[in-house]
């Protein structure tokens, strides 16, 4: 019968060998975490647990979701926040019970309790996962985008924030009206100088409510940047099998992920923070190369290889990765397009880093689906790919692979792959990109007018001659087949 409980905090005693540690006091919240997605839960939320654990603090996390998703805040409510983490590796199933979360709340109905925490002295950190979208930032200038609809609607009601730039804005300027010491904003998404990004973002949004608020801003509040990893997949029921199986109670919101994590971060909390580096975080001065590297080692090979496999019909990651000519077209990439372009410390072995992520990839227990990061391309490929094409333009060199990669991603905005199987398009500029891909009759036609799209493509992309010359040649050989493409890239040297 037990198997039929819920997994809960009075049920912690029970679960000895599946906490990180059986010592625990439950701490007060000290941090507030907008974005409380899978990542969030099977990363920062254990680092930020196990610095509890080595050195004890009132750390505990209260995690909002932006999206009003109350069923998710109801399930982890009921479980009075915990949740399992079922990590998935070579070497098996591994299922940890998590305790750092505290509370949950779903925006915007609980707006003003959102709102007492955020003024409240003792939370001292605010951090995100609210992905590349989340940011509402205007691609060419950094600033808000101002005409986003979520964020005209903020400055209209500044009180009644919903986005990112509103709700941290109308908790900064309580803070500050108050006389109390602002939080640090902590940004965790995969953007390039993710802390400096977000800040220029508030700075801009907060400058059309307040001048003077802006430039307390600036000068108040830190905004470290931070380079977070793990792979981290949506849950599915055999996660939730994994959970029972191992607590003998049920857990209806665990996470998967794999055994491998980091976390480079920015050491800069006035306020203080979680002795995140007793749990192995880096605590660094510049987070900016770890992050670079990342972005366009790990992020920039993930999206190549999911649009590739959304045309291929390769489900997900570790059938990609296994497909040897793709394997060999990524390894190309990464070696030959990719590492020349990073500037990392001496310590930093690229080529180490490179077959680390290969051996990643290739982790069959974890089901990391293509379609899932196949989401949001608009957001994701210029960090990811169009930043490397850039320095590698600039220095006269070669880009066939990357642009293997933008061509994969027109051809996939088409919404079928090469076996004709039809599947949905997730993005902010689905309506406009999809018009584009499914109107544009030839391969010319469909690269000028994707090279057009000034929010993706800065100047010095869309005027290169070169990347036009490389995308057609790519666009042609996808013409052929995927997985023709795909051995054919393969090939190179
Ligand atoms: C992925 C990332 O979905 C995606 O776009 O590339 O979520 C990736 O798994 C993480 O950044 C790994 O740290």
Same mark, same amino acid.
């Given at each position: =019968?037990?198997?039929?409980? &819920? ?10 060998? /599946?906490?990180?540690?059986?010592? !625990? ?14 990542? /969030?839960?099977? /990363? ?14 009132? !750390? ?6 932006? &999206? ?8 982890? =409510? ?34 003003? *309790? ?31 985008? @101002?005409? /986003?609809?979520?964020?005209? *609607?903020?400055? #209209? ?13 109308? #908790? ?5 009206? #108050? ?36 430039? !307390? ?12 990893? *793990?792979?981290?997949p949506a849950?599915t ?25 980091? !976390? ?32 366009? =080692?790990?992020?920039?090979t993930h999206s190549t290889l999911a649009y590739l496999s959304m045309l291929a019909g390769f489900e997900t990651i570790s059938d990609a990765i296994a497909y040897a000519p793709l394997r060999?077209m990524i390894?190309?990439m ?27 990839y290739?982790?069959? #227990?974890?089901k990391h689906r293509c379609a899932q990061i196949a989401m949001d391309g608009s &957001?994701k490929m210029?960090?990811?790919i @169009?930043?490397? =094409?850039?320095?590698?333009? $600039? ?6 692979r990357?642009a293997l990669a933008v061509a994969a991603w027109f051809v996939f905005l088409r919404g079928r792959s090469d076996s004709g199987e039809r599947y949905g398009i997730n993005d902010?500029l689905v309506d406009?990109l999809t018009q584009i891909a499914g109107t544009a009759d030839t391969a010319?036609?469909l690269t000028?007018?994707m ?5 993706? @493509? ?9 990347? *036009?010359? $490389?995308v057609l040649r790519a666009l042609e050989a996808l013409q052929g087949g995927t997985r023709q493409a795909i051995d054919l890239y393969g090939?190179?040297?």
């Open positions: =019968m037990t198997d039929t409980l &819920q997994l809960s905090r009075a049920r912690l005693d029970d679960l000895r060998g /599946h906490l990180l540690s059986p010592d !625990w006091r439950e701490p007060e919240i000290g941090i507030v975490h907008l974005g409380i997605g899978n990542f /969030h839960r099977a /990363h920062h939320a254990l680092y930020t647990e196990e610095a509890m654990l080595a050195q004890p603090g009132d !750390w505990g996390i209260c995690g909002v979701t932006l &999206q009003g998703d109350v069923s998710k805040r109801d399930a982890l =409510m009921a479980q009075d926040g915990l949740y399992s983490v079922v990590e998935r590796g070579p070497a098996g199933v591994r299922v940890t019970v998590a305790r750092a979360l505290r509370e949950v709340l779903a925006m915007p109905f609980d707006r003003a *309790r959102l709102f007492e925490l955020l003024a409240d002295e003792r939370v001292k950190i605010v951090s995100l996962t609210v992905t590349e979208k989340g940011y509402c930032r205007e691609a060419q200038t950094g600033d808000a985008d @101002f005409s /986003h609809p979520g964020v005209a *609607r903020d400055l #209209a009601h500044p009180n009644e924030p919903s986005t990112v730039p509103g709700i941290l804005t109308a #908790a900064l300027r309580a803070r500050r009206d #108050a006389g109390t010491p602002p939080f640090t904003v902590l940004s965790c998404d995969n953007l390039s100088n993710n802390g400096a990004a977000l800040r220029q973002v508030v700075c801009s949004y907060a400058s059309r409510l307040d001048e003077g608020l802006s430039a !307390w801003i600036a000068e108040q509040v830190a905004f470290p940047s931070t380079m977070v990893d *793990r792979i981290v849950t029921e055999a996660d939730r099998e994994a959970a029972r199986a191992a607590l003998g109670l049920v857990d209806g919101v665990p996470v998967p992920c794999e055994p491998f994590r980091q !976390w480079v971060i920015e050491d800069r909390f006035p306020a203080g923070r979680p002795a995140w580096e007793t749990a192995g975080a880096q605590l660094v001065d510049d987070v900016e190369p770890f992050e670079i590297a990342k972005l366009r =080692m790990l992020n920039a060999a390894h190309g990464m070696t030959h397009e990719i590492a020349p372009t990073l500037n990392v410390p001496a310590s930093f072995d690229l080529l180490a880093y490179r077959d680390a992520l290969l051996e990643r290739s982790n069959t #227990a974890l &957001q210029p960090p990811r @169009f930043s490397t =094409m850039e320095a590698r333009l $600039a220095a006269g060199q070669s880009i066939e990357l902010p406009r010319e036609r000028a007018e090279l057009a799209q000034r929010d993706l @493509f800065p100047e010095s992309l869309a005027g290169s001659d070169a990347l *036009r010359d $490389a090939r190179l040297v």
